[in-house]
């Protein structure tokens, strides 16, 4: 049973330039959050996707973008890249149904991007 | 505001050697949960444990434990006799209860010497 998927694994990118990531969840989840991971800190909660539509969304400005398509599978996009950009993208799925227990999150091993 | 604080940002032990990794909390909300991920150097977070702001029982899963006291805001993570394979980031986290949101802690490396 695949577990979820990042895509792709690392990625450079110059500042200015846009990006997207993308991100297949676990068999079964319906629920896809992003959070970005700058080295040596915690992950951050960027936005959550359910029903393809935004659900919750964490402090980030309008240049972090996201959707999900009918298949659940979701891609994150980033416009006008920032030095400050660079980071561990992390996408974690669940299943809406997990009443809060967050039981359900399974966390991908991330694409590392990296803004010149 | 709701926080995570984990103090230690890095610790190092011999292999068999018993650590506990701190962690508190700030949130004004009554019902919340908390977590523990561990990452390995792969990058994904591993489930370890969650617990809801009106369990406080303590809990032991083999080598790992965790001391919940609301009294003091904090949720330890102790790992007994530990193992070169513990070597990792450990993540406190907490999730407000209208959220599925985490919260995370700047986490805490952990690196087991044999």
């Known amino acids: 049973d695949a577990g979820v998927t990042q895509s792709p694994t690392h990625l450079i990118k110059t500042r200015g330039q846009q990006v997207t990531l993308r991100c297949s969840p676990k068999s079964g989840h319906d629920t896809v959050s992003w959070y970005q991971q700058a080295l040596g800190q915690g992950p951050q909660f960027i936005f959550q996707?359910?029903?393809?539509?935004?659900?919750q969304r964490g402090n980030f400005p309008d240049r972090f973008s996201g959707h999900q398509f009918p298949n659940y599978s979701s891609e994150l996009n980033v416009n006008a890249l920032l030095l400050g950009d660079s980071a561990l993208y992390l996408c974690?799925?669940?299943?809406?149904?997990?009443?809060?227990?967050?039981?359900?999150?399974?966390f991908g091993s991330g694409t590392r991007l990296t803004v010149v | 505001a709701q926080k995570v604080t984990q103090a230690q940002t890095e610790i190092s032990v011999v292999e068999k050697e018993d650590v506990t990794l701190d962690c508190v909390y700030e949130t004004r909300d009554t019902t919340y949960y908390l977590f523990w991920y561990k990452q390995p150097p792969s990058g994904e977070l591993v489930f370890l444990i969650r617990?809801?702001?009106?369990?406080?029982q303590n809990e032991i899963s083999g080598r790992y434990s965790w001391n919940f006291q609301k009294s003091t805001s904090s949720f330890n993570f102790t790992i007994t006799a530990s193992q070169v394979v513990d070597s990792a980031v450990y993540f406190c986290a907490l999730s407000p209860y209208n959220t599925d949101k985490l919260i995370f802690g700047t986490g805490t490396r952990l690196q087991v010497f044999p």
């Open positions: 996707y359910y029903e393809e539509e935004e659900r």
């Open positions: 974690a799925s669940s299943w809406w149904g997990s009443s809060k227990g967050h039981y359900g999150y399974t």
């Open positions: 617990r809801n702001s009106f369990d406080e």
